[in-house]
């Protein structure tokens, strides 16, 4: 065991410290020694092993200390700190940056920020048509329309997010579809900037049907797919006319 001060001080400190921790944790949850660290010359912290249900791997942990001017030996902290082996609780994320999309059940609420990137003032929206002045005219002096919309940064997220998904020209269904749905009829097109690149499906019998869709996705219910000749139905044979009457039958 390392020494403290005086050769009193070391052979008593285990003690002491044992005694110091019974003072504040019930003897139940303090397990064997486990050994000392130095700190000083003068302070030592003592390892008792924490038994306590929950905290496998952790250890109380007593430091004390033989100050020069001191008659004896004094207790400066106790405190339970995890060993190389413990179990601990995984790093605190908040949980805006836990939230994942289809997490919210009916009835959550998922408030958007002040100073979200993704959105921008009202008035930017009317940028995007013939004569934005009118319109931004108009608006600021009714209070009519959002006040927010999606900003150019909010606009690139949500479009490469929908590029990358599964209604975009990398799916497995895209891959091997026939043709892609910007020449599919019953593609409904998107407006304002996005509409170059996305439009929405109307095929009932689609996988897509109701959903964002790239232009150059795919699926086999494209509405100009025809079937191969191989794929086609095998044509009836000619009919058979049944000229027999009951007096031929006889004649058998």
Request: with cysteine.
């Amino acid at each position: 065991m390392s020494t403290v001060g005086t050769d009193s001080a070391a052979s008593s400190g285990v003690d002491v410290a044992r005694a110091a921790l019974l003072e504040l944790i019930p003897a139940a949850d303090i397990g064997d020694h486990l050994g000392e660290e130095p700190e000083t010359h003068d302070a030592v912290t003592y390892l008792f092993e924490c038994v306590r249900a929950g905290y496998q791997g952790w250890r109380w942990s007593v430091t004390v200390a033989d100050a020069p001017d001191s008659t004896g030996v004094t207790v400066d902290e106790v405190v339970l700190l995890p060993g190389d082996d413990a179990i601990l609780a995984p790093e605190w994320v908040p949980w805006r940056d836990r939230i994942r999309p289809g997490d919210l059940s009916p009835g959550d609420l998922l408030p958007a920020e002040e100073d979200d990137e993704r959105l921008a003032p009202a008035y930017t929206a009317a940028d995007e048509l013939p004569d934005p002045r009118v319109v931004k005219e108009v608006a600021e002096e009714l209070g009519l329309g959002r006040k927010r919309v999606l900003s150019v940064e909010g606009r690139e997220l949500a479009a490469q997010r929908w590029y990358d998904g599964t209604h975009g020209p990398e799916a497995a269904i895209a891959q091997s579809a026939p043709a892609q749905c910007g020449t599919c009829g019953f593609l409904v097109r998107v407006r304002g900037p996005l509409s170059q690149l996305f439009g929405v499906c109307a095929n009932a019998y689609a996988n897509d049907d109701g959903r964002v869709v790239s232009i150059d996705h795919g699926c086999g219910a494209h509405s100009e797919v025809q079937l191969n000749k191989r794929n086609l139905p095998q044509p009836l044979p000619e009919p058979a006319l049944d000229t027999l009457r009951w007096e031929d039958l006889e004649t058998f």
